[in-house]
T-cell receptor, first 111, second 113 residues
């Protein structure tokens, strides 16, 4: 059974810092990995999708990497802003065509 | 293009009642999945439908059922509601069955009293 863990569970940083969010999964037989952002009480916004054959994806200030063999992904956020405050979720697609989510990292960026 | 839409936005029910939640996928998307997100946790997979057929089912009781219509919209039904069914119910759509990027709707907040 696939299990996804995100560390840290919560993070508070001053504006302007570069930061790294971590995601690990137990079964390396994945098809892809997706990072999402969730604002309080809202739905999920897709940030980046990494196919299993890829090593990283970039979108603006966001960069996500994938190391399938070690079961790890990181989301790098450059020059953080207060508007980046949200919960960040990673999810993997493995056997069964469903997304398996981690518990999320709650990020607070202070002005 | 419109994104994934869900209705209603909020819903309050009492124990034992049943509820129907609705989802319309992005135009051209043929797969819809349902997830339950309890406060403070990541979403949990409930069902996936592709081309109107069930393609996956998570670890949820038979009180939960779903279907997909010819226009690819979907309904999630929950019978005999329990307090523990209170959650945000999320719908995701994708062009194909699971290996493409998945896009989520705003969710339906269900409160069971």
């Amino acid at each position: 059974k696939q299990e996804v863990t995100q560390i840290p569970a919560a993070l508070s940083v001053p504006e302007g810092e570069n930061l790294v969010l971590n995601c690990s999964f137990t079964d390396s037989a994945i098809y892809n990995l997706q990072w999402f952002r969730q604002d309080p009480g809202k739905g999920l916004t897709s940030l980046l999708l990494i196919q299993s054959s890829q090593r990283e994806q970039t979108s603006g200030r966001l960069n996500a990497s994938l190391d399938k063999s070690s079961g790890r992904s990181t989301l790098y956020i450059a020059a953080s802003q207060p508007g980046d405050s949200a919960t960040y979720l990673c999810a993997v697609v493995s056997a069964g065509n469903m997304l398996t989510f981690g518990g999320g990292t709650r990020l607070m960026v202070k002005p | 293009d419109a994104g994934v839409t869900q209705s209603p936005t909020h819903l309050i029910k009492t124990r034992g009642q049943h509820v129907t939640l609705r989802c319309s996928p992005i135009s051209g998307h043929k797969s819809v999945s349902w997830y339950q997100q309890v406060l403070g946790q990541g979403p949990q997979f409930i069902f996936q439908y592709y081309e109107k057929e069930e393609r996956g089912r998570g670890n949820f009781p038979d009180r939960f059922s779903a279907r997909q219509f010819p226009n690819y919209s979907s309904e999630l039904n929950v019978n005999a509601l329990l307090l523990g069914d209170s959650a945000l119910y999320l719908c995701a759509s994708t062009y194909w069955d699971g290996y493409n990027e998945q896009f989520f709707g705003p969710g339906t907040r269900l409160t069971v009293l």
